[in-house]
C-alpha cells in the first residue's frame, strides 16, 4: 500500500486548498478512503470519509459544510476540498485506507506520510 499526499500550502483565513492523495498498491475502487489531521501537540483527529463508490460521505463537525471529499476510481485518486479555512484547521493531513469499526467510527489502517496546511495570514 502506498499513499502519497500533496497539495497542502500555506492558505489565509477564508481561502481554499485541494488535497489529493495518490493510491496504489492495492485495488483503490473496493476500500472506502478518508482523511486525518493533526495538528502540534495534538491526537489525530478524523476529518472525513468517503465510501468506495463515493456514494456516502462522512465528515466530522468541524468541517462539516465546509470541506468536501471526493475520489476518482478511475485514477486512484482521493480528494479533500477546503473552503472557508480557518487557522484551527491548521494541521498535518493524513490520508487512510481505513474501515469502519462496529461502533460506527472510522479507523485509518494504511497511512500516507501526510502534507501540511497552515491557515494564516
Known amino acids: 500500500v502506498q499513499l502519497v499526499e500533496s497539495g497542502g500550502d500555506l492558505a489565509q483565513p477564508g481561502g481554499s486548498l485541494r488535497l489529493s492523495c495518490a493510491a496504489s498498491g492495492f485495488t483503490f475502487s473496493s476500500y472506502v478512503m478518508g482523511w486525518f489531521r493533526q495538528a502540534p501537540g495534538k491526537e489525530r483527529e478524523f476529518v472525513a470519509a468517503?465510501?468506495?463508490?463515493?456514494?456516502?460521505?462522512y465528515y466530522a463537525d468541524s468541517v462539516k459544510g465546509r470541506f468536501t471529499i471526493s475520489r476518482d476510481n478511475a485514477k486512484n485518486t482521493l480528494y479533500l476540498q477546503m473552503n472557508s479555512l480557518k487557522p484551527e484547521d491548521t494541521a498535518m493531513y493524513y490520508c487512510t485506507k481505513g474501515y469502519f469499526s462496529p461502533s460506527g467510527s472510522f479507523n485509518g489502517a494504511s497511512w500516507g506520510q501526510g502534507t501540511q496546511v497552515t491557515v494564516s495570514s
Open positions: 468517503i465510501s468506495w463508490s463515493g456514494g456516502n460521505t
